[in-house]
């Protein structure tokens, strides 16, 4: 495995697998409630072109999150 990084840095068409959600209260039970849960695994299918939102392929449902969600979840990059 890689190291650790923020999903919003992280790459378009790069696999994850979600490490830690760092989020609490409201705001970490929405992203919890949303299947970004420690070993899950993702994909980044795309950004917008200012980089926000960025849009996850979760299972088999598509999901975006703002940057500043994306901030609260570390990630580790996954080979192919």
């Known amino acids: 495995m890689g190291n650790s990084i923020c999903l919003r840095k992280a790459k378009v068409n790069q696999k994850l697998k979600i490490l830690t959600v760092s ?7 929405r992203i919890r409630d949303l299947g970004l849960i420690p070993g899950t695994e993702c994909k980044v299918i795309g950004k917008a072109p200012l980089k926000d939102p ?4 979760l299972k088999d449902f598509t999901l975006t999150l703002r940057n500043s969600e994306a ?7 996954l080979e192919d």
């Open 23 to 29: 989020a609490e209260g409201e705001l970490g039970r």
């Open 54 to 57: 960025v849009a996850l392929r």
């Open 71 to 77: 901030d609260h979840i570390t990630v580790t990059p």
